[in-house]
């Protein structure tokens, strides 16, 4: 299995090279970002590209992969939703249009979040942007998935890049078995498993919670 990972730097990203790097079937990985991770491992190769809504230059090295894993994503606290639909909707696009072009065999994997909006018209802007978002993946010739996480915990030493996330893990790590004897939690490790699993197996439906996620990682 040749992967593609986009935010690798990220929680999420971070949790998904992980289980892609051990994962005896996954004989390549591919990140691209605007930084490189700093991980060194024989099945990786790094990317770092500067413009996210534009792949000419990188084309060739993008094709012939069996999933792209995109965890890329940015929280919308005090942005316009014309900013937050650049960094969004704009670039989650830019890439997947090229990638349905080069390898539409190919499943791809996008990180939305619990709350997003399949109507795109509620009230909150974030979820109305990714539902969008969805939306428009699902439509494009390949097979599209959303993985829409709620609470995630860290784990393996894996941190997020938000201050306030940061804190708030802090403040619910005591909570966070109780939390997943309800369904309402899910782990880094859990959320790559599940990733593989569904290239593997392909997914039950194309929307999966938190649930659905811990179900296809046991």
């Excluded at 860290?154 to 403040?171: E, F, Q």
Aim: proline share 5%; charged share 20%.
């Amino acid at each position: 299995m040749k992967v593609i990972l986009f935010g690798a730097t990220g929680m999420v990203g971070q949790g998904v090279l992980r289980e892609c790097l051990l994962a005896p079937d996954v004989e390549a990985v591919v990140t691209i970002g605007r930084s490189a991770t700093g991980q060194h491992h024989a099945k990786l190769r790094e990317i770092v590209h500067a413009d996210l809504t534009n792949y000419a230059a990188i084309e060739p090295e993008l094709a012939g992969h069996d999933a792209c894993f995109f965890c890329l994503g940015v929280s919308a606290a005090g942005m316009s939703e014309q900013d937050y639909t650049r960094v969004t909707y704009d670039v989650t696009l830019a890439a997947a249009q090229v990638l349905a072009r080069l390898s539409p065999a190919m499943t791809f994997i996008y990180v939305s979040g619990e709350g997003t909006d399949s109507t795109e018209k509620k009230r909150a802007m974030w979820a109305r942007v990714k539902g969008r978002t969805e939306n428009a993946l699902l439509a494009l010739p390949f097979k599209a998935v959303m993985f829409r996480p709620g609470l995630i915990r860290p784990l393996h030493g894996i941190r997020s890049k938000t201050k306030l996330y940061r804190i708030a893990y802090t403040v619910m790590w005591p909570l966070f078995p109780l939390l997943g004897l309800f369904g309402a939690l899910t782990t880094t490790e859990r959320v790559g498993q599940a990733m593989l699993r569904v290239t593997r197996d392909g997914a039950p439906k194309p929307i999966l919670n938190n649930r659905d996620i811990n179900a296809l990682a046991a």
